[in-house]
């Protein structure tokens, strides 16, 4: 059992004695440890110092540069470029409700009266948010004049953190294999685009289209599986307005 020892006590038996030396010895090789391991390290921080200083600087050098890169040139080339995507856009969207859309598709590519077009925007902001987002229509707009191989292309280079518009994406790159009849290459986007969201607009719309390739391909088990989960999970989608006679369909080529 440990006693307490006031300061200045003296071991008065040889037992005692022996009990405070190796106290003493203990915490001597602690401390002398300790200084051991201090004295390497300030020899190694001493014999490496021009590394450390090397690695420190270089480490202060990306991170300021980073975010100067950040401050002064991605930001405003960010903003410049949603400006000039402005006038493309507009294109676009008239694209989509006119009945002669293949030249303001163009317009919306190539862009007119000195403003830049979808292509420009991505040639010359690569990097910002604007030429990501150039690809996505740059993308649409080339599977509407029947380019499909541009718009796989495109539709590849775009990326979205916004599981709608990724989605999306995925889909229509699906539809432009289905154009070029490259079912295999299809079934999958369509799949992936199925995968990407879960939502009671493009789900069911995307499971219907692998499900009706699938039954091209002659998978019917695979088709059949598409078809139930839009009957069973998205029971209010268009696609499950027909989907008992789909299903038939399905299992009759089991």
């Known amino acids: 059992m440990a006693t307490y020892k006031k300061r200045g006590y003296k071991p008065k038996t040889k037992v005692e004695q022996e009990v405070q030396i190796e106290d003493d010895s203990t915490t001597a090789e602690v401390f002398n440890t300790l200084d051991e391991s201090a004295s390497k390290t300030e020899e190694w921080a001493v014999k490496n110092q021009k590394s450390i200083l090397v690695t420190v600087g270089a480490i202060a050098v990306i991170v300021l540069g980073y975010l100067s890169y950040t401050k002064y040139i991605l930001e405003p080339k960010q903003s410049?470029?949603?400006?000039?995507?402005?006038?493309?856009?507009?294109?676009?969207?008239?694209?989509?409700?006119?009945?002669?859309?293949?030249?303001?598709?163009?317009l919306a590519l190539n862009g007119a009266e000195g403003k830049f077009g979808f292509i420009d925007i991505i040639d010359?902001?690569?990097?910002?948010?604007?030429?990501?987002?150039?690809?996505?229509?740059?993308?649409?707009?080339?599977?509407?004049?029947?380019?499909?191989?541009?718009?796989?292309?495109?539709?590849?280079?775009?990326?979205?953190?916004?599981?709608?518009?990724?989605?999306?994406?995925?889909?229509?790159?699906?539809?432009?294999?289905?154009?070029?009849?490259?079912?295999?290459?299809?079934?999958?986007?369509?799949?992936?685009?199925?995968?990407?969201?879960?939502?009671?607009?493009?789900?069911?719309?995307?499971?219907?289209?692998?499900?009706?390739?699938?039954?091209?391909?002659?998978?019917?088990?695979k088709a059949l599986a598409h078809f139930e989960t839009i009957k069973n999970v998205y029971p209010k989608a268009t696609e499950a307005s027909n989907i008992d006679a789909l299903i038939g369909s399905a299992k009759s080529r089991l």
Request: glycine letters at 4%; hydrophobic letters at 40%.
């Open 80 to 106: 410049e470029a949603m400006n000039e995507m402005f006038t493309a856009k507009n294109y676009f969207n008239e694209a989509l409700d006119a009945t002669e859309k293949d030249s303001l598709f163009n």
């Open 124 to 221: 010359n902001y690569g990097g910002t948010p604007a030429a990501n987002l150039s690809n996505y229509y740059a993308g649409v707009s080339y599977y509407n004049l029947k380019d499909y191989q541009k718009a796989i292309s495109y539709l590849s280079d775009f990326s979205s953190d916004d599981i709608m518009l990724s989605a999306l994406a995925k889909g229509k790159i699906g539809d432009a294999f289905a154009q070029l009849n490259q079912l295999d290459d299809a079934l999958d986007y369509y799949e992936k685009a199925v995968a990407a969201s879960d939502n009671d607009f493009t789900t069911p719309m995307f499971l219907y289209k692998a499900a009706t390739v699938a039954l091209d391909q002659g998978d019917a088990k």
